[in-house]
Structure formats: structure tokens, C-alpha cells
């Protein structure tokens, strides 16, 4: 129901004119490090759906997929290694794993073939050719049982796409985390996993508990022993309340760092467009933005004291009564919980923050809890 071509055109209009302030480079003290690694460990468990009453067991059972779909979990791993060498012979990174990871004993980190440049296109666009996205984009934000003063902030596509930017839409979304990244286009060699040689799933009963070592061809051999693991399951509930409103709660999870819900749902058809709706928890107006992505502790210490993200100690955020009726029968609802950092470097930062220090290389292990 939510997949309409001009719907989606619309939302990844705004998505993508909210990404324009970019991802920050990274910036480290000293000269840059040879070798940069990335380690992403997600707990995920599926989308919850907010039905409206009727059948199917009602809002609670509906809302009971938040908490995990009972004993259903997965997890997630996404590795990146970048380096500023060129590699001897041909590209080749490879990272061993603890067995209790259950992924073998090494998974391999690919590196991508750079394809030729996609023929240009110069046929001069006829009129009409291009159409327009059609429909609107309704924007709610912050818990409680009804919408603040000035919701909702309505979004025509169409407008949109035409350079017509709604005044002061991105003026709350500037408190945007500056974690470092990993990536293809900052990096002289570059290699990831899951790839297209292997994507094999990570066993829900999978542990990175214990030491790590990734050996490649372009990179100082990077070695490290996790102590912390995967985030324990979320488990979540929803009431709804006479208003309308659905009232949302969930046990605190050990060592997270915030926590951060949303909703999208699509409201009643107008016309050839149908109406979207995008809520958030966020305690001001906030729209795109990198809040699905992993977050650093001190990155979301910052959101928490900014209102975007929820603090540690919140276990309950009300969906207001409005968005609930402007999002048509169902609304889907996602709630995020950040989780805790760990850095290692070699050689180690010294104490002495005076003291000179060119690091080999730096690694990042980042943890989140998703539904």
C-alpha cells in the first residue's frame, strides 16, 4: 500500500535534498592513519505494524513484533576496511573471526571492481516526458497524545521537485553526528563484507566475543579482542489509548545510549496521489538526517541533550492521536536503540594528549538494536 511510484519519488526527494550537508571526513589528529576499519553490529527482529483495531489480534499483537516477533532474532555485520596503499598484487582482505561467531573462520572483505562510466545520454528531454511526483508529505514529531502547536508540516511533492523547499524545513536537522566512515571513495583500496562473493547470513545465535584479526595485501595486519557483544532483543508493547493515540513502552536495554522511534503510514487517497505520513520522536522538528544509521555514544549524547534522540533512561513514547489518524489504517513504526563504542588503535593513543601520535591504523566497533 505504501509502495505508490509518486510516494516514494516524493520521500526520496526530501530524503536526499536533507543528505546535501553530507557525511563529515574524517578528521584525526597527526597524519592520517594507513589503515581504517569499521565494524557494524546490528540486532534486528523485523517491522512492527500499528493496525487500527478490527481483527488480527488488535494493536497489542500487532505492536508485539517491536519486541523481537517473540523469540525471532537476527543479527547484522557490515565491514568496511580502507587504506591509502595500493595493493601487492592483486586486492585480498580476509577477517578471522572467533568461533563463537559461528561464520567460519575467516569472511572475506571484496573489493570492488571499478565498471566503466555509464554511457551519456544526451537526447534532449521532450515536454511531458518527466513526470512529477504527485502526492504530499506530512511531517509530526514528539511523543505525546497529541501533535504540538505547528503540525503538521505539509510537504508537496510536486513543489518539491520544482526547487520550491517549504522555509525552515532542515533548520532543526543541523546537530548531525560527525562520525568518520569508511568508504570506497575515501580510501586508495577499499573492501567490504557482506559482498557479492560471500553474504552468507550471521547465525542468531552468533557471538564476537573474543579476538579479531584482519590480514589484507594493502593494509597493516589490524588485531583487536571484543569484549562487548551483540545488543540483547528489544522487547516493546503498544496500548492504544481512547484518544487515538498509541502509547509505546519497552524494557531499557543494558549499555544503550539513547533510543529513537519513527513511523510512516499513507492517509487517504487525493486525487491520482495518496497522502504519506512521517512521524518521529524527536522532541523539535527533525527530518532525514543519519538516525537509522549506527550512532557513537558521544554522537548520540549529543542528539539526546539536543531532543532528537531519546535518553537512555525513556522507556515509553506516545504516538500522537493525529498521526495516528492521518496515517490511514497502518501505520509502521520503527524503534532504534544505540548502543555502546569501542576503539582500538595501534600503536595505542598515548595518555598524554601532547604527546606526537601517527597511528597505523584505527578501528571502530559501533552496536544498535533494531526492530
Not at 50 to 67: N, S
Not at 72 to 101: C, I, M, N, T, Y
Not at 234 to 251: C, D, F, I, N, Y
Not at 343 to 359: S, V
Request: net charge neutral.
Amino acid at each position: 500500500m505504501l509502495k505508490r511510484p509518486s510516494v516514494i519519488a516524493g520521500v526520496s526527494l526530501v530524503v536526499l535534498a536533507a543528505g546535501l550537508a553530507g557525511s563529515p571526513a574524517l578528521t584525526q589528529e597527526g597524519s592520517a592513519p594507513v589503515a581504517r576499519y569499521t565494524m557494524d553490529a546490528g540486532t534486528t527482529s523485523g517491522m512492527m505494524a500499528m493496525g487500527a483495531g478490527g481483527g488480527g489480534g488488535g494493536i497489542g499483537a500487532a505492536l508485539g513484533l517491536l519486541g523481537g516477533g517473540g523469540n525471532q532474532v537476527a543479527h547484522e555485520l557490515v565491514l568496511r576496511l580502507g587504506s591509502s596503499r595500493a595493493p601487492e598484487g592483486a586486492p585480498k582482505a580476509d577477517h578471522f573471526l572467533p568461533a563463537g561467531a559461528r561464520l567460519g573462520t575467516s569472511v572475506p572483505l571484496e573489493t570492488p571492481q571499478r565498471g566503466q562510466s555509464a554511457p551519456r545520454d544526451d537526447t534532449p528531454a521532450q515536454p511531458g516526458q518527466a513526470q512529477l511526483p504527485q502526492g504530499r508529505l506530512l511531517l509530526f514529531w514528539g511523543c505525546g497524545e497529541h501533535a504540538g502547536p505547528g503540525q503538521p508540516v505539509v510537504i508537496d511533492f510536486s513543489r518539491l521537485a520544482r526547487g520550491e523547499v517549504p522555509p525552515g524545513l532542515y533548520a532543526q536537522s543541523l546537530n548531525l553526528p560527525d562520525d568518520w566512515n569508511v568508504s570506497a571513495g575515501n580510501s586508495k583500496t577499499f573492501g567490504d563484507w557482506p559482498n557479492g562473493r560471500d553474504a552468507k547470513p550471521v547465525p542468531a545465535d552468533a557471538s564476537l566475543l573474543g579476538a579479531h584479526r584482519v590480514v589484507s595485501t594493502y593494509a597493516p595486519e589490524i588485531a583487536f579482542t571484543l569484549a562487548d557483544d551483540f545488543m540483547p532483543p528489544l522487547q516493546a508493547s503498544g496500548r492504544e489509548l481512547p484518544s487515538g493515540a498509541v502509547a509505546l513502552s519497552w524494557g531499557a536495554l543494558p549499555k544503550a545510549t539513547g533510543y529513537y522511534a519513527w513511523g510512516i503510514g499513507a492517509g487517504a487517497d487525493s486525487g491520482n496521489s495518496r497522502d504519506m505520513v512521517w512521524w518521529t520522536s524527536s522532541s523539535t522538528q527533525q527530518f532525514g538526517g543519519p538516525m537509522s544509521d549506527w550512532i557513537s555514544p558521544s554522537t548520540a549524547a549529543r542528539l539526546v541533550q539536543a531532543g532528537t534522540v531519546m535518553a537512555p533512561s525513556q522507556t515509553s513514547c506516545t504516538v500522537p492521536a493525529e498521526v495516528r489518524a492521518a496515517g490511514g489504517p497502518m501505520l509502521m513504526t520503527q524503534l532504534y536503540a544505540y548502543g555502546s563504542q569501542a576503539d582500538f588503535a595501534y600503536p595505542p593513543r598515548p595518555a598524554n594528549a601532547r604527546t606526537p601520535w601517527k597511528p597505523e591504523w584505527i578501528a571502530r566497533v559501533r552496536f544498535r538494536r533494531i526492530p
